[in-house]
């Protein structure tokens, strides 16, 4: 199997036919003589970062601060979700790099600091900032319609990676109460009446919909693939 380099645009062909025709990466990978892995990490990285993932010079996608390390480490550790997934909620090129860390962890070892360099990934490190509670309702609604994709939805709307981890967090712990910004007074200003509230859960309830529609979708498309 060849192991040079291949364009973006030609990586983009081969990943077309495992979407839109439904051949796997084994086929794709004996059509054209190419590894079976190398393919799949294509796929991996175009779902955690579009074709930006698919570029040449991508290296700096693999780089991760330790505390995002452990961060991520604790919740695969926590259970209910794979590393698959996890991988694609936060960004993640390859799987296999969590159980990387998680191996590492598990034995004791340190968590190295590697500051990110790509603009993708400097949105980890963006500073946070102000933010009105319909602000945070509609950052909330991207990022659960999105997979819980923190890194798009921070780029998306110039807010600091840790501000929609957190705000993600509060909703699912306590509901729209949780986006509220009560420091420094015992009253928010931006308080909602009740119909309001009712139209805000509405909009997350739907975006929850949505993001299980897709994952139902992508199951069935999964299924028939394998049935092949």
């Given at each position: 199997?060849?192991r040079r380099k291949?364009?973006?645009?030609?990586?983009?062909k081969?990943?077309?036919?495992?979407?839109?025709?439904?051949?796997?990466?084994?086929?794709?990978g004996?059509?054209?003589?190419?590894?079976?892995?190398?393919?799949?990490?294509?796929?991996h990285?175009?779902?955690?970062?579009g074709?930006?993932?698919?570029?040449?010079?991508?290296?700096?996608?693999?780089?991760?601060?330790?505390?995002?390390k452990?961060?991520?480490?604790?919740?695969?550790?926590?259970?209910?979700?794979?590393?698959q997934?996890?991988?694609?909620?936060?960004g993640?090129?390859?799987?296999?790099t969590?159980g990387?860390?998680?191996?590492?962890?598990?034995?004791?070892?340190?968590?190295?600091?590697?500051?990110?360099?790509?603009?993708?990934?400097?949105?980890?490190?963006?500073?946070?900032?102000k933010?009105?509670?319909?602000?945070?309702?509609?950052?909330?609604?991207?990022?659960?319609?999105?997979?819980?994709?923190?890194?798009?939805?921070?780029?998306?709307?110039?807010?600091s990676?840790?501000?929609?981890?957190?705000?993600v967090?509060?909703?699912?712990k306590?509901?729209?109460?949780?986006?509220?910004?009560?420091?420094?007074?015992?009253?928010?200003?931006?308080?909602?009446?009740e119909?309001?509230?009712?139209?805000?859960?509405?909009?997350?309830?739907?975006?929850?919909?949505?993001?299980?529609?897709?994952?139902?979708d992508?199951?069935?498309k999964?299924?028939?693939?394998e049935?092949?």
């Amino acid at each position: 199997m060849s192991r040079r380099k291949y364009s973006k645009e030609f990586k983009l062909k081969v990943l077309a036919e495992h979407e839109e025709k439904g051949l796997s990466f084994w086929k794709l990978g004996k059509n054209y003589g190419i590894e079976e892995s190398i393919i799949r990490g294509w796929w991996h990285a175009f779902d955690a970062y579009g074709e930006k993932g698919l570029e040449k010079h991508n290296s700096d996608l693999c780089n991760f601060s330790a505390e995002f390390k452990e961060m991520v480490v604790k919740e695969y550790l926590d259970g209910g979700i794979s590393q698959q997934s996890l991988a694609k909620k936060h960004g993640i090129l390859a799987p296999s790099t969590i159980g990387c860390w998680v191996k590492a962890y598990n034995n004791h070892e340190e968590l190295t600091e590697s500051r990110p360099k790509g603009e993708y990934l400097m949105i980890k490190e963006n500073k946070s900032r102000k933010t009105t509670l319909e602000e945070r309702l509609a950052i909330v609604e991207h990022c659960t319609a999105n997979n819980n994709n923190y890194a798009l939805t921070a780029k998306e709307y110039h807010c600091s990676y840790e501000q929609v981890y957190s705000w993600v967090k509060k909703y699912e712990k306590k509901g729209i109460e949780g986006l509220y910004d009560r420091r420094g007074r015992s009253k928010p200003i931006e308080e909602l009446t009740e119909l309001e509230k009712l139209k805000a859960e509405n909009r997350l309830l739907k975006a929850q919909a949505k993001q299980q529609q897709m994952e139902i979708d992508f199951l069935k498309k999964l299924d028939a693939v394998e049935r092949r």
